[in-house]
């Protein structure tokens, strides 16, 4: 990320719609999905689940590039249609992602992280009442309450149930089904469950995915030579964690993204979906680990095969296999889930015993 030239009076011009959120001491995050359309995070939540949706009529689409040239040039970087991905710190330490069109197509995302920096002490979080919903977890050695009732829907066949619960409870599944199986349409049908005040970042090479949500930023990677933007779903991922999603849709995972969506989920963003081309659970597991160990990791340990699929157990603990009934797509052939797996995990680190942490990309590799 590269900080942005203190002598910057036209950042200020810039991002002048913008000035009274970026003095507003109480502003931890502003971002715009859209022209006119901008989410805000308060320090306090204020009062409300999600972000703050404000409505800003200046903030046109010509507003949303003329900010991004401005910090790329204050930066000495260059935004554009080719390039349309952009990371920088502002003087004031706040950090500045922007994705331009047409890898945002809906007009252009930038999200503004603040430097806010409290000195708080415990008596301050027992006042705000932010410890009194901490919810006590089963120890190491046990299966959650959520877990447990995970299991009882799969046992009772309340399949519906299950994906509700799941989807509620945060855990990240995967897809998993041949050509033309539904995999996009019941992908769908799942996001709906995910609660309407939740951020939600999608990213596609083919726009198909529809969810409802309110706070939903739209990109789009460029597949081979066919985009002007020569932007691929793997810097597409990386520049998502920026934007500060609650959850990710990928609607495919088919080459050296695996990697990254798969750590984004470890690193804050649980209850993210895809999808991969793959006959049964096992045979999915088996694709994404190949997929992992095929996205040309640089400088860090590597992981055997049987260590990754380990990994993508507890990770993605849950998959949605999909095959046809009577000829027709979309029947829901099978579902993995093994809490055990998880339980095991938690054991293992418990005891010093968890798996190695998947390798990380180096700065040059995202590039």
Do not use: W
């Amino acid at each position: 990320m590269t900080l942005v030239s203190r002598s910057s009076d036209l950042i200020d011009m810039a991002f002048a719609p913008l000035r009274s959120l970026l003095a507003a001491t109480d502003v931890i995050e502003i971002c715009i999905n859209e022209p006119e359309r901008v989410f805000v995070e308060y320090i306090s939540g204020n009062g409300q689940p999600g972000m703050v949706a404000l409505f800003l009529p200046e903030l046109t689409r010509e507003r949303i590039r003329f900010m991004a040239e401005r910090v790329a040039a204050a930066s000495h970087q260059f935004v554009n249609e080719e390039e349309p991905l952009l990371s920088a710190s502002l003087p004031d330490g706040s950090r500045v992602q922007v994705v331009l069109p047409p890898a945002a197509p809906d007009g252009g995302a930038i999200s503004i992280r603040k430097k806010v920096v409290q000195a708080l002490s415990l008596s301050h979080y027992v006042k705000a009442g932010s410890l009194l919903s901490a919810r006590v977890t089963a120890g190491a050695d046990e299966l959650t309450d959520d877990e447990h009732d995970l299991c009882r829907y799969l046992e009772d066949g309340a399949l519906d149930e299950f994906l509700h619960a799941a989807v509620r409870q945060r855990i990240s599944m995967i897809i998993s089904g041949g050509t033309g199986s539904g995999k996009t349409t019941l992908l769908n049908a799942v996001l709906q469950e995910i609660p309407s005040h939740e951020r939600i970042i999608t990213i596609e090479d083919t726009p198909e995915l529809t969810p409802p949500h309110g706070n939903h930023v739209r990109l789009v990677a460029s597949r081979g030579n066919q985009n002007i933007a020569r932007v691929d779903t793997r810097r597409l991922v990386e520049a998502s964690l920026r934007l500060r999603p609650d959850r990710l849709l990928l609607g495919e995972v088919r080459g050296g993204e695996a990697l990254d969506f798969l750590q984004a989920i470890n690193t804050g963003h649980p209850g993210s979906l895809s999808t991969v081309h793959a006959n049964s659970p096992r045979a999915a597991y088996e694709r994404l680990a190949m997929l992992v160990m095929q996205s040309g990791i640089g400088g860090g340990a590597s992981l055997s095969k049987a260590e990754i699929i380990d990994h993508l157990r507890v990770t993605l603990p849950i998959v949605i296999q999909l095959g046809r009934k009577n000829g027709a797509p979309g029947a829901v052939s099978e579902i993995f889930y093994d809490p055990y797996v998880r339980k095991r995990s938690r054991s293992d680190a418990a005891h010093g015993k968890g798996l190695p942490d998947f390798p990380r990309r180096s700065a040059k590799e995202v590039q």
